[in-house]
C-alpha cells in the first residue's frame, strides 16, 4: 500500500511538473535555446520573433556581410536586457563545416532550425554548384555535427523543404506522398537535403523533421520574389515612381501562404513525440497574374491584358498606359507551372491550420509597402 501511495504521489509530481511547464510564465529563466541558421531571411526574422515570445533562448547564425533586414535584427537584439541574453548572434556560413560543427558543439541547443539557403530559384541556374553546396551539403554538415557530437538525443533538428520537390506534379493537389520531380537546381539541392534528413533519422536516429512548405509570403519577403516584386511596383506606381512592372510567366500558379503562420509550424513539429514530415500549405492557388490583377485593384487601377505569352502586356483601363509587360529575361529554363498543397496530415497530427487567407496577405503586403514608398518620398 505504501509503495503504491509513494508510486501516485511521484506521479501526481511529474504530472504538476510537466502542467508548470506547459503553462510556463513567457518571461523567468528560458526554458529552452534554438539555434537558427539564416535567421537574416523572411522566415529567420519571423521566427526568432516566435520563439523569443515563447521564452527560448535563440541564437541566430548570418553571414558577416549580410545586411538583410538589418533593423530587424537590430530590433531583435532590442529584446536582450543587461540580465539577459536571449537573443545572440554569431557569424557563420554553411558551406563552412567547422563553423557549423564549433556553433552547435559551443552553444548545444535544444532545437536546431535551418532555414539558411540561396533560396532563389531562378538564381540557382545562374550559380547551381553554389546552391547545391549551401542548399545540399549545407544541411550534411549540420546532420554530422549533430551525430559526430552524439546529440542525436537532445537535439531536434528541423529542416526547410519546399514544394519546388514536387516540380513537375505528378498529382494535384500534392501530399507527403505525392512523388518528387524537382525542375531546377533549387529544388534538386533541397531534394538532396530533404533525403538526407531524412536518411539520418532513420540511420542514427537524428530527430529530424522536413517542413515541405508551400510559397509563403510578408513584407519580408526578398524584392526578387514575384509577390514582394508586384506590390513594391503597385504601389510605387499609386505615387508615380514607377510606370511599368516587368513581368515574366504569368500563368505560373501557386499556393501563397502568410510567413507568419508558417513559422509557427515549423515549431509545432519539434514538439511532437516522432519526427516526421509535413506538407504545409493553405489549399487554395492563384496565377501571378491574379496577384497582379488584385494588388493593382488595391491602388484603385483595373488591368486589361492583351496579345500573349511573351508578347503579353496589360493597361490602366483608366488611362490606356501600358503597366505591366511580360519580358523573356524573366522566364526559368524550366518552370514549375502549378503548385497545391494539402495539408490534411498537419491539420490532423499538429492541429496547425492557415490564419491569414489570400487577400488578407496581400493587404498587408500592399499596407506595407505603402507606407515604406510614402515614407521614402517624405524623405
Ligand atoms: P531567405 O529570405 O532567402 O533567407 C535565406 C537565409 O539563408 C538568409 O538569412 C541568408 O543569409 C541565409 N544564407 C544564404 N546562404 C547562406 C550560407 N551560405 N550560409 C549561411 N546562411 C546562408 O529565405 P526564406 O524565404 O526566409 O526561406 C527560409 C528557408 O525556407 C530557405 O531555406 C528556403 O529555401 C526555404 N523555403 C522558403 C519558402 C518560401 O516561400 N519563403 C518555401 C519553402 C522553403 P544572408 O542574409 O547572408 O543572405
Ligand atoms: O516565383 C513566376 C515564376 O520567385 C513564383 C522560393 O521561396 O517558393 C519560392 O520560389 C512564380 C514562378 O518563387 C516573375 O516563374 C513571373 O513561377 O516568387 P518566386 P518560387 O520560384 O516559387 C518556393 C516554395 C521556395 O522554396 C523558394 O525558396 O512567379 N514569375 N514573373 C516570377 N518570379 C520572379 N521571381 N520574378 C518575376 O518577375
Request: charged content about 25%.
Amino acid at each position: 500500500m505504501k509503495v503504491f501511495l509513494y508510486i501516485v504521489s511521484c506521479l501526481a509530481i511529474l504530472v504538476s511538473n510537466l502542467h508548470a511547464i506547459e503553462n510556463a510564465p513567457e518571461t523567468g529563466t528560458p526554458l529552452k535555446k534554438a539555434l537558427i541558421f539564416g535567421v537574416t531571411g523572411q522566415d529567420g526574422i519571423y521566427l526568432a520573433e516566435f520563439l523569443l515570445d515563447k521564452n527560448y533562448e535563440v541564437h541566430g547564425v548570418k553571414r558577416s556581410d549580410s545586411k538583410k533586414n538589418a533593423n530587424c535584427i537590430d530590433m531583435l537584439l532590442g529584446r536582450n536586457s543587461d540580465e539577459k541574453q536571449r537573443f545572440v548572434v554569431h557569424y557563420g556560413d554553411l558551406r563552412d563545416k567547422v563553423n557549423t560543427n564549433n556553433l552547435i558543439c559551443t552553444i548545444m541547443p535544444d532545437e536546431v532550425y535551418n532555414l539558411a539557403a540561396q533560396s532563389h530559384v531562378k538564381d540557382s541556374f545562374d550559380v547551381p554548384a553554389y546552391t547545391i553546396d549551401v542548399n545540399g551539403l549545407g544541411v550534411l554538415h549540420i546532420l554530422e555535427s549533430i551525430r559526430m557530437l552524439n546529440t542525436e538525443k537532445s537535439i531536434r533538428f528541423y529542416q526547410a523543404s519546399t514544394s519546388e520537390l514536387f516540380g513537375k506534379v505528378h498529382e494535384i493537389p500534392q501530399t507527403e506522398l505525392t512523388p518528387f520531380y524537382p525542375r531546377s537546381p533549387y529544388g534538386v539541392a533541397k531534394l538532396c537535403a530533404h533525403w538526407i534528413s531524412i536518411n539520418y533519422r532513420e540511420a542514427y536516429n537524428v530527430f529530424s523533421c522536413n517542413g515541405i512548405l508551400f510559397n509563403h509570403e510578408s513584407p519580408l519577403r526578398d524584392e526578387t520574389f514575384v509577390t514582394r516584386k508586384i506590390t513594391l511596383a503597385a504601389s510605387r506606381y499609386k505615387y508615380g515612381l514607377q510606370d511599368i512592372l516587368y513581368i515574366g510567366n504569368l500563368n505560373a500558379k501557386r499556393d501563397w501562404g502568410y510567413a507568419k503562420d508558417y513559422v509557427e509550424v515549423m515549431w509545432l513539429m519539434l514538439q511532437q513525440s516522432t519526427p516526421e514530415d509535413y506538407v504545409i500549405a493553405t489549399g487554395i492557388n492563384h496565377t501571378v497574374r491574379e496577384f497582379i490583377e488584385q494588388a493593382y485593384k488595391y491602388i484603385g487601377v483595373d488591368i486589361k491584358w492583351y496579345e500573349s505569352d511573351q508578347n503579353e502586356y496589360g493597361i490602366d483601363t483608366k488611362t490606356g498606359k501600358v503597366i505591366v509587360a511580360v519580358k523573356p529575361e524573366f522566364f526559368r529554363p524550366t518552370e514549375v507551372d502549378v503548385v497545391l498543397g494539402n495539408a490534411e496530415k498537419a491539420r490532423n497530427s499538429l492541429k496547425w491550420m492557415p490564419k491569414t487567407s489570400f487577400n488578407e496577405l496581400l493587404q498587408i503586403m500592399m499596407e506595407s509597402d505603402l507606407k515604406k514608398i510614402s515614407k521614402e518620398i517624405e524623405r
